[in-house]
């Protein structure tokens, strides 16, 4: 039988890069701006919590779990006076949609993606919505019946979903979100200027964290503790067993098939260098390239 963690992690791996798009590369950073939304930010913001409709910081601050309060109200509810979250919605799939399009070429008609478009979509139906706010919006939302739409659409369940998991992890270890990025980074070597850059986290935050992370044992002379070290994986590894629920009604050859089916896409969409290399997401680019 198929470790269901262990290919929750893998298929998270292949299919964050397709959702990620919506981030970074250029088609829908455009369609944001020309809905009307001022700056990358206000349409980061803008795009990923449309789909729970015009909230302002109180409900993004906890569901995104990572983001400084005032980087948060900078943008929301501000956005939208500009444009309303259906908007938001369209700009955020039909950019993303263009950029794979442009990425993919001719791959984006294949039949091969159609099928992964549907092993990834009916996975996320049976995922579970309980505690998973982002997800169970992102679900509510009307399914692109072309296959490269449903593909994104599906990416983004599943990642939400994951998502989701992954800070009822942190809260339950008693991590908040700024501190996991000062732990990720320790234990990826992620440089902390990239989380100056993307997250607002400078350098007295990440010193301040440094400190309650050595007064709990897990950080000593800057390097994660064993301690530090043993957190880490078990909020990993508890993120991957939450994730994999949403697989486990998915039959063995089913999660093969689609792994395979989403490897050439993924390489494609990584090679094609909209993605940064370093960021918050935490992937390993390199080795998905490989």
Same mark, same amino acid.
């Given at each position: ?115 992964? +478009?549907?092993?990834?979509? &009916?996975? %996320?139906?049976?995922?579970?919505? =309980? *505690?998973?706010? @982002?997800?169970? /919006?992102?679900? #509510? ?65 990440? +010193?301040?964290?440094?400190? &309650?992370? %050595?007064?709990?044992?897990?950080? =000593? *002379?800057?390097? @994660?503790?064993? /301690?530090?070290? #043993? ?60």
């Amino acid at each position: 039988m198929t470790d269901r963690p262990r290919a929750a992690r893998r298929l998270w791996q292949l299919l964050e890069p397709v959702h990620a798009v919506t981030y970074f590369s250029p088609e829908p950073l455009a369609a944001l701006t020309a809905a009307g939304y001022r700056g990358f930010w206000m349409g980061y913001f803008a795009g990923r919590a449309a789909p729970l409709g015009p909230v302002g910081p109180d409900v993004v601050l906890p569901l995104f779990h990572n983001f400084a309060p005032a980087h948060v109200a900078r943008a929301l509810p501000d956005a939208w006076s500009f444009a309303p979250p259906e908007h938001a919605l369209s700009a955020r799939l039909e950019g993303s949609v263009a950029a794979l399009r442009r990425i993919l070429g001719p791959a984006a008609d294949d039949p091969g993606l159609r099928r992964a +478009a549907d092993l990834a979509y &009916d996975a %996320a139906c049976s995922a579970p919505t =309980a *505690g998973r706010a @982002l997800f169970t /919006a992102n679900l #509510a939302l009307p399914v692109p019946a072309e296959p490269l739409p449903r593909l994104w659409h599906a990416a983004t369940l599943l990642r939400e979903h994951r998502g989701d998991g992954h800070v009822k992890v942190l809260v339950d270890e008693g991590v908040d979100g700024r501190t996991a990025h000062v732990l990720h980074a320790l234990t990826t070597g992620i440089p902390a200027e990239v989380y100056a850059a993307a997250r607002r986290l400078g350098p007295a935050e990440w +010193a301040s964290i440094l400190d &309650d992370l %050595a007064t709990r044992g897990l950080v =000593a *002379g800057g390097l @994660l503790t064993d /301690a530090g070290r #043993a957190l880490k994986t078990r909020v990993e590894d508890r993120t991957d067993e939450l994730a994999a629920t949403a697989y486990a009604a998915v039959p063995d050859a089913e999660i093969d098939e689609l792994t395979q089916l989403l490897r050439p896409l993924t390489r494609a969409v990584v090679a094609a260098g909209d993605i940064p290399a370093k960021s918050p997401m935490g992937l390993d680019l390199q080795g998905l390239a490989d």
